[in-house]
């Protein structure tokens, strides 16, 4: 590892930084609105009979599904600031850009959820390192 350093200006910036003594409550609270935004958008697209039809819609349903559920299990059985941001980067957009318009009924929950997503992925401000 010294020799990284060297090479990228002798700093120990990549050290991992310390971790963090998580807000449990406030953390689960985020998990359950992640879980609840991921839950509706899954039911709003599977009522779009236009786009049923495509694979891809279906394979993000899918997606979602599966993040509902890791965000479900996160919440009940305890994670770690890793396993947080991990979830919080897995959540993509249903389109990326302008949506088209027999989609635009995702719009506002698309929104949501990564804004859901941009809340797990902060520090909030109750915590703090610890050890």
Known sequence: ??????????????????????????????LLRLEGVLDRLVEVMKDNQTRMANPAWKERMAEYRR????????????????????????IRPVFGGELPEDVRVVEPLQTQL??????????????????
Do not use: H, N
Request: aromatic share 6%.
């Open 1 to 30: 590892m010294s020799w990284l350093r060297k090479v990228f200006g002798g700093k120990d910036d990549l050290a991992p930084s310390a971790p963090l003594d998580l807000d449990v409550e406030q953390r689960k609270e985020q």
């Open 67 to 90: 993040l509902s559920g890791e965000s479900y299990r996160l919440r009940a059985g305890g994670f770690t600031r890793e396993q947080l941001l991990d979830l919080a980067f897995e």
């Open 114 to 131: 990564l804004e859901a997503a941009a809340e797990i992925q902060g520090v909030l401000p109750g915590e703090r390192p610890g050890g």
